[in-house]
């Protein structure tokens, strides 16, 4: 079984990955594993910042103790640490898939995400990638996917572009996620006052950008004209141009990849789409079938 014997008196505050680093001392003993595994103790005496490898054997000493590799083991529908294996992908279901994420931005939200070893988490994963979700974020830079769902590494595939556009390149990458690597939630994530959607409404051109805002447009054409102003300088409307394109994303990958249409259809993967809030951070969840998550407008 798994010791940690700390000897000072300085508290120390666990994680997710064992004992969060700081200035103690410590004494870890790994003893003898159930499965009469070999034997290792490793003894750090003297004062020291506790090295990722520590919290990494403390962390292994447990798996192994219930004989399986570091990282999955886990009870059937039970999330792993780290995903780092076909076990842990399959444990979960779409649904699932989606409550983790939901959950992640809860915490994103409250500022109580997880505290990840994200340099044992690099090394578990190194061997092949078994993620949960693919998602399609805008280029945003205050819209990191992995933060504002409080997920580790390789939990998600990301792919990303202004507007968060459904390029034929981004239904290969998604493809692939699904079909070839296992990911089984697709989400399509727009957020609040988004400068893509804004260059869209304000008929910008600019090089290379001007073709990618022109697959936006479709996006305008869907909020009927009230009269109102219908540039950059009117918040609601922008916000209501996002939100269509989001709804578009998902459709267009229905309509343009049958092999994602498929996976739908039988249950194997879900798409959704999702919006996210700048200043609040909280994403709301789209046309999901779940009664807790919010509703499209209709237009």
Sequence with gaps: MSEVRILSP????????????GDVMVAVHLGRFLNNRKVLTV??????????????MVFAGASWAAGAAP??????GKACETQNS???????????VLS?????NKRFVKDTTVQRNLRVQAHETAPGQYPLASVVSCFDSRIPPEIVFDQGIGDIFIARNAGNVISDDVLGSLEFGSKAAGAKLIVVLGHTQCGAIKGACDNVELGNLTGLLAKIKPAISKIPDDGKDRSSKNYAFVDMVGEQNVRLGVQTIRDKSPI??????KGQIMIVGAMYDLKTGKVNFYDVPDSTTVKLKKI
């Design 10 to 21: 300085r508290p120390v505050r666990r994680t997710s990955t064992g004992i969060h680093r």
């Design 43 to 56: 003894i750090a005496m003297k004062r020291v910042r506790l090295a990722a490898v520590i919290s990494s």
């Design 71 to 76: 990282g999955a083991s886990m009870a059937a």
């Design 86 to 96: 076909k076990q842990c992908q399959d444990s979960q279901t779409p649904q699932s």
């Design 100 to 104: 983790r994420l939901q959950a992640g």
């Design 260 to 265: 994602l249409k498929e996976m739908e259809d």
